[in-house]
T-cell receptor, first 111, second 114 residues
Framework: ELKVEQNPLFLSMQEGKNYTIYCNYS?????LYWYRQDPGKSLESLFVLLSNGAVKQEGRLMASLDTKARLSTLHITAAVHDLSATYFC???????????FGTGTRLQVTL | NAGVMQNPRHLVRRRGQEARLRCSPM?????VYWYRQLPEEGLKFMVYLQKENIIDESGMPKERFSAEFPKEGPSILRIQQVVRGDSAAYFC????????????FGSGTRLTVV
């Protein structure tokens, strides 16, 4: 059974600081997704990583994928309050079959 | 492009009643997925459907839950004889298919069983 683990589960950081969220998964896959969820809302797609070594950046967020290590990272640069949300990684091991989600990282950016 | 449409947004049911959740995929998407999210948890896969076919229902509880995606109309997730433990947010996602593994999520239906 595929397991997807994120750490940390909760992250409180000050504005302007940098930090990294880690996503480990237990089965070979080259499709990794990052989503953002605000309280009571749906999931917003942030990044889709489709190959080993893929790196994508959008604003203060950068995601990377190492399929050999079965690891993806979401790096936050110079955090701002608007980034406060829960971030999920998800892995797709089939042929567009289904996503297995991590436990989520609740990010709180303080002034 | 309306995106993935789910309704209702909120649904309250008494124990023992039936709940019907609807999902219309994005235009051009023929694959539909249902996920359940309990409070403070991640999403858990329930079922994957294409038009008139259930492809993978490995995440569906064996009893009281069923799903369909008819030739015409939205996908329906049906929960019979609801219990308090069914209270959760139910999300639908759609994708164009295997060659385009992009999943778009709807706004979800928040089911409360009282």
């Amino acid at each position: 059974e595929l397991k997807v683990e994120q750490n940390p589960l909760f992250l409180s950081m000050q504005e302007g600081k940098n930090y990294t969220i880690y996503c480990n998964y237990s089965t070979t896959s080259d499709r990794l997704y990052w989503y953002r969820q605000d309280p009571g809302k749906s999931l917003e797609s942030l990044f889709v990583l489709l190959s080993n070594g893929a790196v994508k950046q959008e604003g203060r967020l950068m995601a990377s994928l190492d399929t050999k290590a079965r690891l993806s990272t979401l790096h936050i640069t110079a955090a701002v309050h608007d980034l406060s949300a829960t971030y999920f990684c998800a892995v797709d091991v089939g042929t567009a079959s289904k996503l297995t989600f991590g436990t989520g990282t609740r990010l709180q950016v303080t002034l | 492009n309306a995106g993935v449409m789910q309704n209702p947004r909120h649904l309250v049911r008494r124990r023992g009643q039936e709940a019907r959740l609807r999902c219309s995929p994005m235009k051009g998407h023929s694959h539909v997925y249902w996920y359940r999210q309990l409070p403070e948890e991640g999403l858990k896969f329930m079922v994957y459907l294409q038009k008139e076919n259930i492809i993978d229902e490995s995440g569906m509880p064996k009893e009281r839950f069923s799903a369909e995606f008819p030739k015409e109309g939205p996908s329906i997730l049906r929960i019979q004889q609801v219990v308090r433990g069914d209270s959760a947010a139910y999300f639908c996602a759609s994708s164009p298919g295997a060659r385009h593994p992009i999943y778009t999520f709807g706004s979800g239906t928040r089911l409360t069983v009282v």
